[in-house]
Nanobody
Framework: QVQLMESGGGSVQSGGSLRLSCSAS???????LAWFRQLPGDQREWVAG??????AVFADSVKGRFFISQETANTLYLQMTKLRPEDTAMYYC???????????????????WGKGTQVTVSS
């Protein structure tokens, strides 16, 4: 069982920065964390996470602007810079079992989700 909590969302102007935090509480097992985002009525979009080689990877739309860092196995940050209005969304942290490595961009392989934190970027 994994409980996830995101924080750090807010409203910023275009070009600004925010840092999101994901704190995970587990009862056992090894999990890999990732970030997704979603607009109302849209599917969840993978933003950043770790590939099968455990390297940090990013969606093309955020590459070079967003960065992730992991302070501990249970704390993942998403540093967002040069924010654009199209980055506006609810951002979610998700966890998948560490051995489930295929299709790491697919929300279907993630078993646990936080409640999300809203990011709003104004032009």
């Amino acid at each position: 069982q994994v409980q996830l909590m995101e924080s750090g969302g807010g409203s910023v102007q275009s070009g600004g920065s925010l840092r999101l935090s994901c704190s995970a509480s587990t009862s056992g097992g090894n999990y890999i964390l990732a970030w997704f985002r979603q607009l109302p009525g849209d599917q969840r979009e993978w933003v950043a996470g770790f590939n099968t080689a455990n390297n940090a990877v990013f969606a093309d739309s955020v590459k070079g602007r967003f960065f992730i860092s992991q302070e501990t196995a249970n704390t993942l940050y998403l540093q967002m810079t040069k924010l654009r209005p199209e980055d506006t969304a609810m951002y979610y942290c998700a966890a998948r079992p560490a051995l489930r490595t295929n299709s790491y961009r697919s929300p279907q392989i993630y078993d646990y989700w936080g409640k999300g934190t809203q990011v709003t970027v104004s032009s």
